[in-house]
């Protein structure tokens, strides 16, 4: 994936392809940017690393150019952000004042569509191609525009080789190989994961009805803000939307698109890189019928809307003419709102008949995928009960092999614990307690001593010697010598 060459804007700031390249580090320097406006096709011989550094950034330019939307209107309403249109108009926008038009810009162009991994594929190869891009074989040569192919017919050199035959042409003959309307793929594949993962995350809860799009509600919901667009190209254009259906639908396989009603898998068979894992079902007159149905909801709810807007028109305008005295007038205007009313009522009456047709096609859609569920599981469980192991008898003899085998276990277990109980003698594990409590009393006496001793020993002795025949002295030291023995 291409890295985006470091600007001081977000992309929202750009009015113009100029702003944009103004904030670029590499147009900063008048040197940097004539190298990147010169013919450099030489360098790739004699300075092949400055040569490489000019493609990436060429690269980064066209990512964002076109990503950003600063490609000049064409023929369409909106700006292009999946096609790259290489014509002189091109060469008008990239121009910068005292430099000129970048006339090194066809050999970017030439590299992208000719090089693997390819980056730009013709617009006209990619719309008529019926396989997927990835799986074409011989890429680089089923992409040469008929002009590239006798253009190369007439020079030396190795067919397969587009650089060695296009150094032998001259600056015009270069630019008319690639002047054409380029797919960016890489570009392509970006939209088509976030159309994909806004799919997701919206249809949680769609019924097979939510599935089915036109192509102005496809753009509506799906292409909506997509690159962050500004305001004033807020969706993609029709040569985009149709790009991207294309692809969508022959690369990815996740929808099936006839020219004017889309429609998509189920979430469920999507996968988390955006493929589908089975072929998205053909179209059918249902789903062309609940298109209809819901699109004359649509307008119902349009003509209903603007009956309204003029019913309030006519009230006021009778309002001012009541004003100004014009009674004739004000009356006119109540009877053509009296005839709106009869119009709205009666619009009114079909949209809820309409309304009613529509829940009971929903409801029978999704009765229809409740059946289709209900076969699935009864299909499955009946495939389950046909395997032999579930057959009656066979389920008998297991079980009861079971039980008979859990029965000689409980037996075996009886036996052993039995025989465990008979050795073990109650009247020896009672004189073991008692040893084991008389040994913890006689230990806690021990422990009772060691303590008296020590605090005896921490009592201070008298320095002068007394009289030991004195009766009192005599009780004292018996007491002391009682209370030592104890």
Not at 39 to 68: C, E, H, K, V
Not at 94 to 100: A, L, T
Request: hydrophobic content about 35%; aromatic content about 6%.
């Amino acid at each position: 994936m291409l890295s985006s060459t470091s600007t001081s804007s977000s992309p929202t700031d750009f009015e113009s392809l100029q702003d944009y390249l103004s904030t670029l580090n590499e147009f900063q320097s008048i040197d940097r940017t004539e190298s990147l406006y010169s013919d450099f096709s030489t360098s790739s011989q004699s300075n092949p690393a400055g040569y490489s550094i000019n493609l990436t950034t060429w690269s980064n330019i066209i990512y964002q150019f076109l990503r950003l939307g600063l490609q000049s209107i064409q023929s369409s309403q909106s700006t292009d952000r999946l096609v790259l249109h290489v014509n002189d108009r091109l060469l008008d926008d990239f121009k910068r004042p005292g430099i000129g038009r970048p006339f090194g810009l066809y050999i970017p162009i030439s590299s992208l569509s000719n090089h693997e991994p390819i980056t730009l594929f013709r617009l006209s190869d990619f719309m008529s191609l019926n396989r997927p891009i990835q799986t074409t074989s011989s890429l680089p040569y089923s992409i040469l525009s008929t002009v590239l192919k006798s253009l190369l017919h007439t020079v030396t050199g190795s067919y397969f080789d587009p650089d060695q035959r296009l150094q032998q042409l001259d600056l015009n003959q270069r630019w008319e190989t690639v002047k054409s309307d380029w797919v960016h793929l890489q570009l392509v594949s970006e939209a088509a994961d976030l159309v994909i993962e806004r799919y997701k995350t919206t249809s949680a809860t769609f019924s097979q009805l939510d599935r089915l799009f036109t192509l102005d509600q496809f753009k509506l919901e799906f292409t909506s803000n997509l690159f962050n667009q500004s305001k004033k190209n807020s969706t993609f254009s029709l040569t985009d939307t149709t790009i991207l259906l294309k692809y969508l639908h022959r690369d990815r396989r996740v929808l099936v698109f006839d020219g004017q009603i889309i429609k998509f898998l189920s979430p469920e068979y999507l996968t988390s890189n955006g493929y589908a894992t089975i072929t998205p079902p053909s179209l059918t007159e249902t789903d062309t019928g609940i298109i209809s149905v819901r699109e004359t909801l649509n307008r119902l709810n349009q003509q209903i809307s603007s009956i309204e807007k003029r019913i309030q028109q006519q009230t006021d305008q009778a309002k001012q003419y009541l004003t100004n005295s014009r009674k004739e007038l004000a009356s006119s205007c109540l009877r053509i709102r009296k005839s709106l009313n009869e119009l709205l009522t009666r619009r009114l009456a079909t949209l809820d008949t309409l309304q009613s047709v529509y829940m009971k096609i929903e409801q029978a859609s999704s009765d229809v995928e409740i059946m289709t569920a209900y076969e699935k599981s009864s299909s499955t469980l009946k495939s389950l009960l046909s395997n032999p192991k579930l057959k009656l008898e066979n389920v008998e003899r297991t079980v009861e092999d079971l039980q008979s085998l859990v029965l000689n276990e409980n037996e075996i277990n009886e036996v052993i614990n039995g025989e465990m109980n008979n050795e073990i003698n109650e009247d020896e594990i009672q004189i073991e307690l008692e040893n084991l409590v008389n040994l913890e009393t006689k230990g806690n006496e021990v422990e009772e001593m060691k303590t008296l001793e020590e605090r005896m020993k921490s009592l201070s002795v008298p320095e002068v010697m007394e009289d030991q025949s004195s009766p009192i002295k005599q009780t004292e030291s018996r007491s002391e010598k009682v209370l030592i023995e104890s």
